[in-house]
T-cell receptor
Framework: DADVTQTPRNRITKTGKRIMLECSQT?????MYWYRQDPGLGLRLIYY???????NKGEISDGYSVSRQAQAKFSLSLESAIPNQTALYFC?????????????FGPGTRLLVL | SQQGEEDPQALSIQEGENATMNCSYK?????LQWYRQNSGRGLVHLIL?????REKHSGRLRVTLDTSKKSSSLLITASRAADTASYFC?????????????FGAGTQVVVTP
């Protein structure tokens, strides 16, 4: 969905490096999420934010941190990348006022940690 | 741990046939949603069914929900090659933050011409 963009789309890094994945949205949504997808495991929630001042840990937050710089921007950082963080990362947004919490996904960032 | 589990893990059918996949979940829910993912791309929302609903339709999609069995099914009728994708169920658990979804591992559907 072009309304939710992620940069970079692909990234190769080395163990121990710090990297940042960025997500921007033009949908005007207040809620943003970061997921990782591994083969056979579906999506797992890393962090989520229900507004700029609200940051919450998800199911697998260890080794990750996030920053909600503005309503439209939500960044995910790997402070010291390790090989088992190799995965496909997705950002998603939703509208908190909508009782039907449909989430809108970005195109994903494919990360390889060597 | 994952809330939803899809069955089967993979499904191969021919164009024109129907495709049925199931989702089971563990805890009470506010709603259950189905998403589609084309290879390596972002997920796209297909349909949502609330906990007080039993069946919902959208085009060629039919979703059922049985809260007593904690299960849902997605039926795609008259499948097309373009329906080739992975399909995920996601639950909005009643015991968790409203709007926070838990996804299953998905069903990979291949539709051959």
């Amino acid at each position: 969905d072009a309304d939710v963009t992620q940069t970079p789309r692909n990234r190769i890094t080395k163990t121990g490096k710090r990297i940042m994945l960025e997500c921007s949205q033009t949908k005007g949504h207040d809620r943003m999420y970061w997921y990782r997808q591994d083969p056979g495991l579906g999506l797992r929630l890393i962090y989520y934010s229900f507004d700029v001042k609200d940051i919450n840990k998800g199911e697998i937050s260890d080794g990750y941190s996030v920053s909600r710089q503005a309503q439209a921007k939500f960044s995910l950082s790997l402070e010291s990348a390790i090989p088992n963080q190799t995965a496909l990362y997705f950002c998603a947004t939703s509208w908190g006022e909508d009782s039907e919490e449909t989430q809108y996904f970005g195109p994903g960032t494919r990360l390889l940690v060597l | 741990s994952q809330q939803g589990e899809e069955d089967p893990q993979a499904l191969s059918i021919q164009e024109g046939e129907n495709a049925t996949m199931n989702c089971s979940y563990k805890t009470s829910i506010n709603n259950l949603q189905w998403y589609r993912q084309n290879s390596g791309r972002g997920l796209v929302h297909l349909i949502l069914i609330r906990s007080n609903e039993r069946e919902k339709h959208s085009g060629r999609l039919r979703v059922t929900l049985d809260t007593s069995k904690k299960s849902s099914s997605l039926l795609i009728t008259a499948s097309r090659a373009a329906d080739t994708a992975s399909y995920f169920c996601a639950t909005d658990a009643a015991t968790d933050s409203w709007g926070k979804l838990q996804f299953g591992a998905g069903t990979q559907v291949v539709v051959t011409p």
